[in-house]
């Protein structure tokens, strides 16, 4: 039996994918991210594209519209949520910390997404929300990974003294 890779590596910038079916939404937070924060976004609009990114190993955080209208892969229709539970059954994608964007939700909707889609965050709000995005994504990532950083700096740390 696979498992979920625990050791993912550290990348910088961090590389972030935005599955989102708002192009132009995708695009404007996609820029914000990079021109704010330096980080590596790209836009991806079709399942197939996010898997292959996720498995080659190109992402570190998966942005990901909870809802995608008309997104259909291997003819049948997808959502984000159903997006989100395939990586995380993938052993190669499995680590790979998913924020789902999903407004209008109530308490019950938000457990739902987080146990049964198992993202690992839900982001209440629009993606036009510049400050809120941005401190959505460190925290997801660098709590998800902060072990791995910290052992990360020791052995920086050890090395050179």
Known sequence: MQTCSD????TN???ILLVEDDYLLAEGTARLLTRVEGYAAKVADHPQEVMQQCEAGQVDVVILDAHLPETVWNGQ????????????????TCHIPILLVATLLSGGDRSQLLGQFQADAVYPHLLHEPN?????VQRLYYN???RLH???FRSRLMAWA
């Open 77 to 92: 229709s997808i959502s984000g949520r159903d997006l989100a539970q395939s990586l995380k059954a993938n052993p190669k």
């Open 150 to 152: 910290e052992r990360s």
């Open 7 to 10: 050791a993912p590596k550290i």
């Open 13 to 15: 910038p961090l590389r």
């Open 144 to 146: 998800r990974f902060q």
């Open 132 to 136: 809120q995005i941005l401190t959505w």
